[in-house]
Each structure stands twice: as structure tokens, then as C-alpha cells.
């Protein structure tokens, strides 16, 4: 296993992350988040505009009963694939994690498909 493959398995391998594939060579990786049932699907791809980057493509985004609107992926890019997907599920999860401490029940509507 390489550096950057053991890296991505530490990030993937959070308590409210389950995983329902990955694959590191190709950049993609499909998650649940916590109780949720919706896989949510990520695809990092190498940047063409920043060398050595890599492009943030996620499949949803999330609104819990705490946000006055769904949350918009501030980075658009990572400095690496490891910085990629760790910035794309970072936001994801806090906004569950937040959520569910102040009681609020998760619900599938939580997660807004964004194309």
C-alpha cells in the first residue's frame, strides 16, 4: 500500500463515514455519512489550469435543519488527491455532526444532489 493509498484509507475511515467504494487510481470514491443511506459520490481528476492539483467534483451537498441553505463547496481544488478529498468530505461531515448533537434526526433530505 503507498503513502497517498494509506493517507486516503485514515480519511475514509472516520466513525461517520462508510464507504461503498474507492478507488484511488482513478480518483473516484462513492460515501455514506452517518446514518444516511444516499451514497454521495466524489471524483477527483489532476487540475488543468494548477499543476500537481487536484479538481473537487461531489455529487451532493448538504443542508441540515441548522443552515439557512444548502452548503457550497468553497474549494473547487486540493493541493493534492489526499488534500482533495479531505476538503470535500470536511464540510459534509461537520454540518452532520452538528446537526445531530443538537438533537436534530438525520433525514435523506438532508442531501441535495448538486450536478
Known sequence: MTKIDKAITRILDQ??????MANNTRGLYS?????LKTDILIMLTPSTEKYGHFDIKVSHTI?????ARPYRQKWRCGRSQVDALRRSLHYLIEHYR?????????????L????
Do not use: F, M, N
Open 15 to 20: 466513525p461517520l463515514i462508510s464507504r461503498a
Open 98 to 110: 452538528k446537526a445531530t448533537r443538537q438533537g436534530h434526526k438525520p433525514g435523506e433530505d438532508w
Open 31 to 35: 460515501v455514506r455519512i452517518g446514518v
Open 63 to 67: 443542508k441540515t435543519p441548522l443552515q
Open 112 to 115: 441535495i444532489w448538486q450536478p
